[in-house]
């Protein structure tokens, strides 16, 4: 069974960096994603940054440029996102995913406060 570990948040002052990493254990043999999403107050969890087995990342517009998202695959693969520049609105839940062509698995979330 997959399982996510999730660590790395934290209150950081505007302009600081934050890394996240995701320890991901129990992953199935083929194509998989694992991606960083984060839900603010009132909002829609949305996706941040995806990263492919094979090493192919996307970002949303409002992170590129700012954070950084990589993996070292291994019998417990890690997959970090390196956060600079933090602005109040990065402020969130962050939640890191697992996906499959059988799984879909969700980590408990860490919290992102960025202070003005």
């Known amino acids: 069974q997959v399982q996510l570990v999730e660590s790395g948040g934290g209150l950081v002052q505007s302009g600081g960096s934050l890394r996240l990493s995701c320890a991901v254990s129990?992953?199935?043999?083929?194509?998989?994603?694992v991606g960083w999403f984060r839900q603010a107050p009132g909002k829609k969890r949305e996706s941040v940054a995806t990263?492919?087995?094979?090493?192919?990342?996307?970002y949303a517009d409002s992170v590129q440029d700012r954070f950084t998202i990589s993996r070292l695959n291994s019998e417990t693969t890690m997959v970090y996102l390196q956060m600079t520049s933090l602005k109040p609105e990065d402020t969130a839940v962050y939640y890191c995913?697992?996906?499959?062509?059988?799984?879909?698995?969700w980590g408990q979330g860490t919290q992102v406060t960025v202070s003005s």
């Open positions: 995913n697992y996906r499959s062509s059988v799984w879909n698995v």
């Open positions: 129990g992953m199935d043999f083929g194509v998989n994603i």
């Open positions: 990263i492919t087995d094979s090493g192919t990342a996307n």
